[in-house]
């Protein structure tokens, strides 16, 4: 096999996720024919890093030896088997594992097998629960300005990415949403948690006023990660757990992005010391090797749903694959590699690098706005610094940015404009460094490309 031929068979019969397929008559897609650690390998030998975790998944790296051998084992054992009705030691085991590490309170686990399906099964348990205990009339949901949860139809009525939701538009029922957190809007000289207190301010109104409609707030709890790694202060999380119990309405943390360890602790929700009544996650949770998702949720929550006599009070979603044995081993292996370091002392000593890197950008005259929260790090490509003026993102600099570290071997997508940093956890200080040096060589080398006419043409997550 030759990187050649295996681009001639893909371009022949894929359809890739999240692209203008017209766009490869260009851009090469690039093969991926291994995968070790930090690193991606082609049939020729050329190695990528791949500074993302492959969309924020791989967070122990590829190839993972604990990984593999707890996946092979439970491959001999039971690869599959029905959900419903019938159980099996993985899932129990993973369960028993997330109850314990999750924020005190969360003590069930219902599983899907995507993120979206687990923002659905969030907003449907959310609503069901409400309408089992008389409360009918709770059918509507406040997201953020900028929020992504997903692209399935109920996750993009909670969804602010025109571009992923606008052309849906009439198959989706419109929700209700508040301005963001997002530090990077603050006047000059305001903090972020004046910020955060200030833009919570509109929530507290809406919660007060039509907290009798409404079932369930949904979050991205500190970093809201498709909008362009855009983030706010915790104490927004801990103004929103109040009114929330003070309005009788639930809060959902979709922690899908951000779960494990990414922030710096092993939740997000873990910085504003907060329980929601609904955790999403997903991404991370088996380290990227098989797809799985998970909604946690409280004792109260699943007591609603309980019932002697009528079936439809239980919750009937289900999904083929729910709690496949497989992903559950593998997430087991992922966690108990966060038990070889309760203290998250690799994940600290990898956002001190990034923060250092990160540092030396302040003076950069087209980069702005740089940010870090936990090991993730972010920057905004700007035209006009001291102006603030930013890229129109029609030019598409950020697909340069792509290209220019693609080149150096670094896997770097931006996100418009923004460029950012989500390293696995094994990548070692001076491999960081390095991905940052690349990152900010690429960055010079778009900003000082001509502007291509205005490519209509977008740069996605
Ligand atoms: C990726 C993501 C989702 C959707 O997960 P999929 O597995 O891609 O469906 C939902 N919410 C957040 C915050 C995400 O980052």
Known sequence: MSNHDLMQRDLAVLWHPCTQMQDHESIPVVPVARASGIWLTDFDGKRYIDAISSWWVNIW?????????????????????ILAG????????????LVALAPAGLSRCFYADNG???????????????????ESGKTRFVSLAGSYHGETLGALSVTDIPLFSETYAPLITPQLRVPSPDWTLAPAGV???????????????????????????IVEPLVQGAAGMKMYHPVYLQLLREACTRYGVHLIADEIAVGFARTGKLFACDHAGITPDFLCLSKALTAGYLPMSVVMTTDDIYRSFYHRYETL??????????????????????????????????????????????????????????????????????????????????????????????AQGVLLRPIGNTVYFMPPYVMTADELRQVIQVAVAAVDEACAAPAVGRDPGVSLP
Not at 70 to 77: C, H, V
């Open 313 to 406: 009070k239980g919750f009937l979603h289900s999904h083929s694959f729910t709690g496949n044995p497989l992903a559950a081993a593998a997430a087991l292996a992922s966690l108990e590699l966060f038990a070889e370091d309760p203290q998250l002392l690799r994940q600290q000593a990898l956002a001190q690098v990034m923060a250092e890197e990160l540092a030396l950008l302040a003076d950069h005259p087209h980069i702005a706005h740089v940010r870090q929260t936990g090991v993730i790090g972010a920057f905004d490509m700007v035209q006009d610094k001291a102006g603030n003026v930013p890229f129109d993102w029609r030019e598409r600099r950020g697909l340069k940015v792509f290209q220019s570290a693609l």
């Open 86 to 97: 019938f159980t099996h030691e993985p899932i129990v085991a993973l369960s028993e594992k």
């Open 116 to 134: 979206s399906a687990a923002i659905e099964v969030a907003l449907k348990m959310s609503m069901h629960s409400w309408r089992n205990q008389g």
């Open 191 to 217: 903090s972020p948690e004046q910020f955060a207190r200030q833009q919570f301010a509109v929530m507290e109104t809406l919660l007060q006023e039509r907290h009798a409609e409404i079932s369930a707030v």
């Open 61 to 81: 790296g590829h190839a993972h030896p604990q990984i593999n051998a707890a996946l092979k084992a439970q491959l001999d054992t039971l690869e599959h088997v």
